[in-house]
T-cell receptor, first 113, second 111 residues
Framework: KAGVTQTPRYLIKTRGQQVTLSCSPISGHRSVSWYQQTPGQGLQFLFEYFSETQRNKGNFPGRFSGRQFSNSRSEMNVSTLELGDSALYLC????????????FGDGTRLSIL | EDKVVQSPLSLVVHEGDTVTLNCSYEVTNFRSLLWYKQEKKAPTFLFMLTSSGIEKKSGRLSSILDKKELFSILNITATQTGDSAVYLCAVALNTGNQFYFGTGTSLTVIP
């Protein structure tokens, strides 16, 4: 069974640009969550999608947005990039809202110049 | 505010040593506690604990949860260099599928 797939693996952008990251969950998983990981802050929860609906949202500005498609694939968009957005963005999927662990992709490393 | 705190932040041990990693939490609507191991890339799932006092084991790793005192420990016996990683503790809430992560414990095992 294929794991969680994130694309691209690496991205370099400049301040002010926007970026879209993609996540394909494990087959059959309907819940997709996004996290930002930085050395000082650890994993910070961005948002969670389930059945194409955003169900939970972390404390990030509106520049961070996401969506989920009918096949459970998810995208995350960051607009007006800032230097502080440089981080590893991780996507995790799980079966549904019952007590199941999340499984992570390898992440997208975003660097802002 | 919901929070998950791990200690120590980092640890350096010799091969063969036994280590104990700690995770304490203060959250509303607790559902379960999870441990992950992160090497270079994706965190990989180790354990999920929902009930107090029941030890989960996988080889040299074991973990237990205390829901009264709001903490969990992860034990690694006879450590090997391949155990070097960041160990993450996460708490899952009953509200949707939301997880709060600690900042992790960085474990280095030297030969």
């Amino acid at each position: 069974k294929a794991g969680v797939t994130q694309t691209p693996r690496y991205l370099i952008k400049t301040r002010g640009q926007q970026v879209t990251l993609s996540c394909s969950p494990i087959s059959g998983h309907r819940s997709v969550s996004w996290y930002q990981q930085t050395p000082g802050q650890g994993l910070q929860f961005l948002f969670e999608y389930f059945s194409e609906t955003q169900r939970n949202k972390g404390n990030f500005p509106g520049r961070f947005s996401g969506r989920q498609f009918s096949n459970s694939r998810s995208e995350m968009n960051v607009s007006t990039l800032e230097l502080g957005d440089s981080a590893l963005y991780l996507c995790a999927s799980s079966l549904d809202s019952t007590n199941q662990p999340q499984h992570f992709g390898d992440g997208t490393r975003l660097s802002i110049l | 505010e919901d929070k998950v705190v791990q200690s120590p932040l980092s640890l350096v041990v010799h091969e063969g040593d036994t280590v104990t990693l700690n995770c304490s939490y203060e959250v509303t609507n607790f559902r379960s506690l999870l441990w992950y191991k992160q090497e270079k890339k994706a965190p990989t799932f180790l354990f999920m604990l929902t009930s107090s006092g029941i030890e989960k084991k996988s080889g040299r790793l074991s973990s237990i949860l205390d829901k009264k005192e709001l903490f969990s420990i992860l034990n690694i016996t006879a450590t090997q260099t391949g155990d070097s990683a960041v160990y993450l503790c996460a708490v899952a809430l009953n509200t949707g599928n939301q997880f709060y992560f600690g900042t992790g414990t960085s474990l280095t095992v030297i030969p």
